[in-house]
C-alpha cells in the first residue's frame, strides 16, 4: 500500500529556498526513509529534472542518466562523457533544477566524476541552475562532501539529511491511535522508515505485524540488515557480528570484542564505520564527552534494525514454539526501549547517565536546573507514580552527579507520556 505523501514541510521548505539561490545541495538518507519520494515530489513543483544512478560501467551510468534526461533538453547532441552532459545542460535556454539520485553508483564506477562537478560547480554559466546530489550512503556521502580532501568539499551550499519520520507522522500515516500503547509497539517494529509503514494494516495485531515483517514465510525484512550494509560499502563478517553481539546484550567495547574473541583495538576503525554509517549510535553519561570519560557504550541506532538483532535473530527458530503471551513480552520489552529513545529525542541535549550499579533513565536541563526523569513502559497509578519518584531521588543522590547538582527536579514518565511525542 503506497502511503500518501505527508510531514516533509521543513525538508521541502529548505529545498524551495535553495531552489531560489541556485547551486548545489547535497541530500542525504538511509534507504527507504522518504528520500526519493520526497526529491521527486518537489521536482514536480519545479519542473526539475531527474535521473537514478544505477549499478552499471560508467558508460552505462551516463546513457542511463542521458536517456532520463534527453526529452527535456533542448538538443540534439548525445554526450560521450559527463562533462558534456553538464555542457548540454548549460546550453539550454533556461535555468534549470537537476537530481542526480543514487550519486556514490556513479563514483564507484567513474571515480573521476567528483573532479567533474567540482570544476562544473566553480564555472558554470548559469549561476542560479541548482543541481542536486542525493545518495543513501551516509557514510560515502560524507567521505565525498565532508572531506577536506574530497573535490566537492565546501562546494555545497546546504547539506540536508532526511532523517527517520516522528512517531506522530507514523500515526498520522497509518492511521494509528498516538497514545495507544499497541500503536506504539507497531511504531517500534518499523521505526520512522516511510517505506516499512506501507506494510502495515489498520486493525492488524503487532504480532501479527511482526511475523509479515520478520517471522513469517518470506518475511519482508529477513534481509534488511545486508542491504543496509552493502550500501554503506561495510563488506565482511566482522561487522555483522558485532551488530550481533550489541543486539543481544554486549554494549560496552570490551564486551563486544570479548564476544567476538578479538583484541578490543581490532574494532576501533569498524566502530567509527557503523557509527558513520548510522547503524550504531554512541551513549555516553549525560554530562561527559568522549574525551572525559571511558564509559562509552554502544547501541543500535534504528528500531527496525534493533529488533531484527535484539528479538528476530536470537529467536526465529523458537518464535512459533513461543505463546502469543510470550510473542508480546518480547515485543513489549523491545517497545520500552524505543520509548524511552523517543522520550530522550524529545528534548535534545538529554541523556541517560549511569555509574557502577546506578542507573537514571532520562536527564536534562531546563529552565530551573536539572530534570531527572524514570521513564515506565507501562500506565502507572498515582501512588505508583510517587512511590517511584521517592525512589529515584533517593538514586540520584548516591550518584556523583547528584553531588555535583543537589538541586534537581525529578518526575516519572509513563505510558501516557505518548502524548509527547
Known sequence: ????????????????????????????????????????????????LYSQAIEASKEQQLQQVFDDLRVQLSSSLVPRTFGELLELLDLQPKDFVLCLDELPYLVAADPSLPSVLQRWIDHRKRKKSSLILAGSSTRMMNDLFLNRGAPLFGRARKILEVAPMSYRAFCKACGQNPISKESFVRFSLVGGVPKYWELVRRGQSSIALAEELFFGSSPALEFEPSRLLKDEGVVGLTAPAVLEAVGRGSHKPSEIAARLGTPQTNLSRLFQVLLDSKLLDRELPWGESVRTTKRTLYRLADPTMRFWFRVYSPHRSRWQTHSAAQKQKLLEDHASTVFEDQLRARWPGSSRYWEADLELDLVREDEGGLVVS?????????????ALTRELEARFRRTQLGQRHPRARFEVLDATALRLL
Open 1 to 48: 500500500m503506497e502511503l500518501d505523501f505527508v510531514n516533509r514541510t521543513e525538508e521541502l521548505s529548505q529545498l524551495d529556498e535553495h531552489a531560489r539561490a541556485g547551486g548545489l545541495l547535497v541530500v542525504f538518507g538511509r534507504r527507504r526513509v522518504g528520500k526519493t519520494r520526497l526529491l521527486t515530489q518537489w521536482l514536480k513543483r519545479h519542473h526539475g
Open 374 to 386: 524514570e521513564v515506565k513502559w507501562a500506565t502507572l497509578s498515582k501512588g505508583e507514580a510517587k
